[in-house]
């Protein structure tokens, strides 16, 4: 990550954020000065290390005063189906002072999960895999267990299923209303 420029709207290929973690550290970009308290703007370029070829680029504003900033991200998601979207997403950042004097800069996550405003204070942000959004981690994985929870038990409805002659369905609408 790095670089700056006066680009405001650049894109990146959802396909790749998982393998690549393509994850925004709230010091990172105070330390290079894309963070401060000053009105600014640039780009975030990510690249394979190997390679050297650019992944993604996401746009940014940094605006505000006092004790408060915000930080806006401008990208275009390109989906799983081709399909492109245009984010503009507004994170809040926070700061605190260190015991040993400073400044520390914090991301407050923007997601909302399941109607929820997250909130969090957090130091990195991160791509969703194959969604719009960034946010932290605690989102995401929240977003994983459930996903993943809700099919704990294919098989064994697909096995149920099997034995008492209906589709994996009916037996998981039965135990759900039963669970
Ligand atoms: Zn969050």
């Known amino acids: 990550m790095g670089g700056s420029g006066s680009g405001r709207r650049s ?16 010091n990172k970009l105070a330390r290079d000065g894309m963070i401060r308290r000053t009105p600014w703007q640039g780009s975030l370029i990510w ?12 746009g940014y504003t940094c605006t505000g005063s006092g004790d408060d900033w915000t930080l ?10 081709g399909e492109k979207h245009d984010v503009r997403l507004p994170i809040p950042l926070q700061t605190t002072v260190p ?11 923007p997601l909302v999960v399941r109607g929820r405003s997250c909130l969090r204070r ?19 994985d929240l977003a994983y267990t459930t996903c993943q929870e809700s099919h704990k038990h294919d098989r064994l ?3 149920i ?8 369905e009916m037996v998981k609408g039965f135990f759900r209303d039963r669970w």
């Open 122 to 140: 957090v130091g990195k942000l991160y791509p969703p895999p194959g969604g719009l959004y960034f946010g932290c981690r605690r989102c995401y």
């Open 47 to 58: 690249t394979n290390t190997r390679t050297g070829e650019q992944i993604a680029s996401v």
């Open 157 to 159: 409805f697909r096995s």
């Open 11 to 26: 894109s990146y290929d959802a396909k790749q954020t998982v393998e690549d973690c393509l994850d925004l550290d709230v």
């Open 161 to 168: 299923a099997g034995v008492v002659g209906c589709t994996p």
């Open 72 to 81: 806006t991200l401008n990208y275009t998601v390109t989906r799983r189906d």
């Open 99 to 109: 015991c040993f004097g400073g400044e520390r800069w914090w991301f407050t996550c």
